[in-house]
């Protein structure tokens, strides 16, 4: 078996790895200015799609062109979120050279797609002598559809982890499997990070809402739509928040509450989304919502475009008012322009943001101790380490503690 490391490798974003030139494991996007997409444009058999986040589905459409028609394996989340996430990068990007993709070729996705549920093999057609492989998606803990992709070709048990959490969240539980596998591509979000235990965290996002309203304040928390804003729903239903949501976060939540057994507590959900006030950006309502004294839940998490462009010029320059980043700012994102040095590209304008900015953890990634624990079931096999900042330097780690462990380069080709 060959993989090929289309991207994602020592980087965050973007994600794609090509088995045997026949198998592709994920074809994502990288948020950035432009949009960075795969390495090259592979021709697969198959594709399998680990969840529903755009750094792993967001190109997935492109795939699609002309007489190719690879089918794609989700799971049902999955193949609805992807369909929203297309349309959004087609309203941001459609009709120029930033979008590799049409509405026909996500019209397209219903012809080529066969959807599964955790723990049911299934095969895919292809490999290098066509033999095919057996493909399982195990629940990986990380949103509502995600999984880790074993893929077995009869001499190898390949393990692609995609993102996943070993511990609990409101949305979803964390994962508990360990498929017996030979070589395990993993994840490394957050290997040098140890999070803040979940409830600690609630608490003080939760005192830092009252205080700030309390205060005469407005806190803005950007968060991912998919994911993040169900979490926060959820969170805020728990401490007798009544936040509002703005932005794809509405459309998601209804989209994953058609999907009730790939949630934790699908009646929590249904009640903190009874409960939230749901904003539809008609005659300036973000404008009197800004100044509102509220919670306002809106995205996008990295602050690199939607709703949240509409609030933060309105509070910025209070310090009474509040910006909670709940997740992961990928470098070059406006979110890590402001997390790291308090400004702000605002129409077209590089501005001080005195409103007082803190970062809590929500993180749907397992930490460094997490990613310990689930790596534990595979001493004795082979670990690629992919999906992070500091992706060598863990490999070097878990090299230390008696793992085979490596870090590929972008464009790698590596026999397993």
């Known amino acids: 078996m060959e993989v090929e490391f289309l991207g994602g490798a020592r980087e965050v974003g973007r994600?794609?790895?090509?088995?045997?030139?026949?198998?592709?494991?994920?074809?994502?996007?990288?948020?950035?200015?432009?949009?960075?997409?795969?390495?090259?444009?592979?021709?697969?058999?198959a594709v399998v799609v680990s969840h529903g986040h755009l750094d792993h589905v967001g190109a997935?459409?492109?795939?699609?062109?002309?007489?190719?028609?690879?089918?794609?394996?989700?799971?049902?989340p999955t193949a609805d979120l992807a369909r929203v996430l297309a349309r959004d990068t087609l309203t941001?990007?459609?009709?120029?050279?930033?979008?590799?993709?049409?509405?026909?070729?996500?019209?397209?996705?219903?012809?080529?797609?066969?959807?599964?549920?955790?723990?049911?093999?299934?095969?895919?057609?292809?490999?290098?002598?066509?033999?095919?492989?057996?493909?399982t998606l195990f629940d990986a803990g990380h949103i509502p559809g995600s999984a880790h992709v074993l893929v077995d070709d009869g001499d190898t048990r390949l393990l692609y982890t995609g993102d996943f959490h070993?511990?609990?969240?409101?949305?979803?539980?964390?994962?508990?499997?360990?498929?017996?596998?030979?070589?395990?591509?993993?994840?490394?979000?957050?290997?040098?990070?140890?999070?803040?235990?979940?409830?600690?965290?609630?608490?003080?996002?939760?005192?830092?809402?009252?205080?700030?309203?309390?205060?005469?304040?407005?806190?803005?928390?950007?968060?991912?739509?998919?994911?993040?804003?169900?979490?926060?729903?959820?969170?805020?239903?728990?401490n007798d928040l009544t936040p509002y949501v703005d932005g794809m976060g509405r459309e998601v939540t209804r989209l994953v509450r058609r999907h009730p057994e790939f949630l934790r507590d699908p009646e929590a959900l249904r009640d903190a989304a009874g409960a939230a006030r749901f904003v539809t950006g008609r005659d300036g309502q973000r404008e009197r919502i800004a100044a509102d004294n509220a919670l306002i839940l809106t995205t996008?998490?990295?602050?690199?475009?939607?709703?949240?462009?509409?609030?933060?010029?309105?509070i910025r320059g209070d310090p009474t008012n509040a910006v909670t980043l709940t997740g992961y700012q990928v470098e070059g994102t406006p979110g890590r322009e402001l997390q790291e040095h308090?400004?702000?590209?605002?129409?077209?304008?590089?501005?001080?943001?005195?409103?007082?900015?803190?970062?809590?953890?929500?993180?749907?990634?397992?930490?460094?101790?997490?990613?310990?624990?689930?790596?534990?079931?595979?001493?004795?096999?082979?670990?690629l380490v992919n999906h992070g900042d500091r992706c060598v330097a863990f490999a070097e780690d878990l090299r230390a503690d008696g793992y085979a462990a490596s870090a590929p380069e972008l464009g790698e080709r590596i026999e397993v």
């Open 15 to 45: 994600s794609a790895v090509l088995v045997d030139d026949s198998l592709l494991l994920d074809y994502g996007l990288l948020t950035a200015d432009p949009p960075q997409y795969p390495i090259r444009d592979p021709e697969p058999d």
């Open 60 to 76: 997935v459409p492109a795939l699609l062109k002309g007489s190719r028609r690879p089918t794609i394996h989700w799971t049902p």
């Open 92 to 135: 941001l990007h459609g009709n120029s050279p930033l979008c590799p993709f049409t509405d026909e070729h996500v019209a397209r996705l219903g012809e080529v797609e066969q959807r599964h549920g955790y723990e049911e093999p299934f095969a895919v057609l292809g490999g290098p002598d066509a033999g095919g492989y057996e493909v």
């Open 166 to 238: 070993t511990d609990d969240q409101r949305l979803v539980a964390g994962t508990t499997t360990r498929p017996d596998a030979d070589v395990v591509i993993c994840e490394s979000t957050y290997a040098d990070v140890t999070h803040e235990e979940r409830a600690a965290v609630e608490q003080r996002w939760a005192e830092r809402v009252r205080t700030t309203t309390w205060e005469g304040g407005t806190v803005v928390a950007p968060v991912f739509a998919i994911g993040r804003t169900q979490e926060l729903m959820l969170v805020s239903g728990a």
């Open 300 to 314: 996008s998490g990295m602050l690199t475009g939607g709703p949240v462009h509409a609030y933060l010029p309105e």
């Open 342 to 383: 308090g400004r702000l590209a605002i129409r077209g304008q590089v501005r001080p943001v005195s409103a007082r900015v803190e970062s809590f953890d929500f993180s749907a990634h397992a930490d460094r101790e997490g990613l310990e624990s689930f790596l534990d079931a595979y001493r004795d096999g082979r670990v």
